[in-house]
């Protein structure tokens, strides 16, 4: 059980259905400008890290980074995630707090 107050929100905002895991899923809200934060986790591969850093660059998208991918993938209750989106203006800013 993950015991990071980040963790328990973003399982949180998970359940109220405000998070988009996924590199390609991320990549499409985030060009619809349906993206409020992005969280990516340190362990990502640099093409990866590249992609989704450019897209927050350009779409004016804030960018925060977690440890790794099974805390991120653990925090909304699934695997490994590299990638995660969240959908909520009020979740996105209390995140941005936290982490």
């Avoid at 359940?15 to 993206?35: N, P, T």
């Avoid at 934060?37 to 977690?66: G, H, M, Q, W």
């Avoid at 979740?91 to 941005?96: D, I, M, S, T």
């Amino acid at each position: 059980m993950n015991h990071k107050p980040w963790a328990s929100f973003l399982g949180l905002a998970n359940r109220a259905r405000k998070v988009i895991s996924g590199e390609e899923l991320v990549v499409k809200e985030i060009q619809r400008k349906r993206v409020k934060l992005v969280i990516l986790s340190e362990d990502a591969s640099e093409n990866t890290r590249k992609k989704i850093s450019d897209k927050c660059v350009f779409y004016r998208v804030p960018l925060c980074y977690v440890d790794n991918r099974y805390e991120l993938g653990g925090a909304i209750g699934k695997g490994a995630r590299v990638v995660v989106a969240i959908t909520d203006e009020g979740f996105a800013q209390k995140l941005k707090t936290m982490l």
